[in-house]
């Protein structure tokens, strides 16, 4: 008697087990569905046509390697990559370390503390071409008003977003601005999380405010760091909206400043060469990974989840 019940308890359990699973897949199953169709097909449709020639018309015919052996002989990719790591190198390091800093600012009791957290959240809200369009306006070498302040003091501004030399660090200039307030947000949630026991025991100890920022503060903070770097570092791979907005199509510092997603831009859409232009995102993707996978490698010597 005891066995049947305890059969029927089993079979019980099993069937509403089943239940949950059912309503639990079903629950996920529209985002798993638009995960597969807006995501997952896209991906696999790139790599297809990756190996592809596109005709005017819309056909295309396998070339197998073509488009990726061409890679190596294309300077304009290598030009590309080496903006990109100049774009890279400047805004992510310098991005992190002023939110970092701004965050730290605004975690302490001062006068105003919502309007300055809103003031540098605003361009998150903006849209990418209006701020794009007003810094424009900003460079602008003939009435912009950057170069009217310095024509003030007398000296003679320089052609911020056409000369080839420094368009570039113009646009970085930007990037940094615009992200700031982003990260801010999240290193915010990171330093009100930290216990207010650290700090109090450090007070008593004698320990002064850059060694408890460099000593509790950024350890503490390490993990938050490691995610806005690895979220940072894709953005700036992936620049697009910034050079399409404020570089002319006829700028001679287009060359200086076009990025990898600008290239797969113009191969795409502007001279369609469609198969080019996959495996330029393929090959863009795969950079993206090799880097966030080093990137989870050495974070077990700097991240401390403690």
Do not use: C
Not at 175 to 197: C, D, E, H, K
Not at 210 to 220: D, E, S, Y
Not at 272 to 292: M, R, S
Request: overall charge positive; hydrophobic content about 50%; aromatic content about 16%.
């Amino acid at each position: 008697m005891k066995a049947n019940t305890k059969v029927k308890v089993s079979n019980l359990a099993n069937t509403r087990k089943r239940s949950d699973y059912f309503w639990a897949y079903l629950m996920i199953a529209p985002t798993m569905l638009g995960l597969m169709i807006f995501y997952l097909w896209p991906i696999l449709q790139t790599f297809y046509y990756s190996f592809t020639e596109w005709g005017a018309f819309g056909q295309y015919e396998w070339t197998g390697l073509d488009n990726y052996k061409r890679m190596f002989e294309d300077s304009n990719l290598i030009k590309s990559f080496k903006n990109t790591g100049i774009y890279i190198i400047f805004t992510v390091p310098i991005g992190i370390f002023l939110s970092i800093l701004v965050a730290v600012l605004l975690n302490q009791k001062i006068k105003g503390k919502s309007v300055y957290r809103t003031l540098y959240f605003l361009p998150v809200i903006t849209m990418p071409a209006a701020i794009a369009m007003v810094w424009k306006w900003l460079y602008n070498s003939d009435y912009g008003l950057l170069n009217y302040l310095l024509s003030l003091i007398g000296i003679k501004g320089p052609q911020w977003v056409s000369d080839p030399k420094i368009a570039l660090y113009s646009l970085i200039a930007v990037a940094i601005w615009s992200g700031i307030g982003y990260n801010m947000v999240i290193f915010l949630s990171g330093l009100q999380g930290i216990p207010r026991t650290y700090y109090e025991a450090a007070e008593m100890d004698g320990a002064g405010p850059i060694r408890v920022f460099f000593k509790i503060t950024l350890p503490l903070l390490s993990p938050v760091i490691f995610f806005v770097s690895i979220m940072s570092l894709i953005g700036a791979f992936q620049v697009f909206d910034l050079i399409f907005m404020m570089i002319g199509k006829s700028s001679t510092a287009l060359e200086n400043t076009q990025s990898i997603v600008y290239l797969f831009y113009q191969h795409a859409f502007v001279l369609n060469d469609k198969g080019y232009a996959a495996a330029i995102a393929v090959l863009l993707l795969i950079v993206i990974l090799i880097i966030t996978a080093i990137q989870f490698v050495l974070q077990k010597k700097w991240v401390h989840y403690d």
